[in-house]
């Protein structure tokens, strides 16, 4: 069986084709799924901005720590 053989090509091109499915794969999804969870954080980060300015006015009364806690306990409740 010679290299220059097409029956030769065919299971060549399959491991070829499995050693870069391998090798490649996991840094797109690994990829895909860091922009994902960059885009959860950017959208949490949002909310958090936009309840803080929502509940600015109650800050005085009730103190700084206080309103954070309440925006976490919002955003980790959902």
């Not at 097409?6 to 840094?27: H, N």
Request: charged share 25%.
């Amino acid at each position: 069986m010679a290299i220059t053989e097409p029956t030769v090509y065919v299971p060549l091109g399959l491991c070829v084709a499995y050693v870069a499915w391998r090798f490649f794969a996991p840094s797109f999804f690994m990829s895909r799924e860091l922009a994902r969870h960059a885009r959860i954080d950017a959208r949490r980060n949002y909310e958090r901005g936009r309840l803080a300015e929502a509940l600015a006015p109650l800050e005085p009364r009730v103190g700084a720590s206080e309103v954070d806690a309440a925006i976490d306990r919002y955003l980790n409740g959902r």
